[in-house]
């Protein structure tokens, strides 16, 4: 029977304690394929302005299309003929719809930033905490002091 060192048995410990603390979300694990997040998740403000940027295009799109969608309802309004009461119908259930969507994307612009610049400050405030944590508690040297050099 092989007796293993203490230092040895505890360093194997902590290796294997330190393997298993790490917090990744499955989601943001690589894809073999090259696709999906790094291995890190990180919160950056250019992606947040981004996403916002880019619902706020939706909205200019969206509101484009109503336009021109009104345009095209003017010359529809025939009275008496069924097909134009039912395309009259469907096209006020589209613009309500539609002016809907515009109003949510507008109200999510804002959000989107805040929670961006949120999740940034955040990140920079928890690595701020364990530095001063790091610096104030440092590890124990190894068991055995300082080895001389050998």
């Given at each position: 029977m092989s007796m293993t060192s203490f230092d040895a048995e505890w360093a194997g410990l902590k290796q294997g304690t330190a393997a298993g603390t790490e917090m990744r979300l499955a989601s943001a694990a690589p894809d073999p394929g090259g696709?999906?997040?790094?291995?890190d998740l990180k919160s950056d403000m250019a992606v947040w302005k981004k996403g916002s940027e880019d619902v706020g295009e939706l909205v200019t799109a969206i509101k484009k299309a109503l336009t021109e969608f009104e345009s095209g309802q003017k010359g529809a309004a025939v009275t008496g003929v069924e097909s134009a009461t039912a395309q009259g119908e469907l096209y006020t259930s589209w613009k309500t719809y539609l002016d809907s969507l515009v109003g949510k994307c507008t109200t999510l612009q804002g959000p989107m930033i805040s929670a961006g610049k949120g999740q940034v400050s955040n990140d920079e405030t928890m690595r701020g905490e364990f530095a001063r944590m790091s610096a104030t508690y440092k590890d124990?040297?190894?068991?055995?002091?300082?080895?001389?050099g050998r």
């Open positions: 696709g999906g997040g790094s291995e124990t040297p190894a068991t055995g002091g300082n080895n001389g």
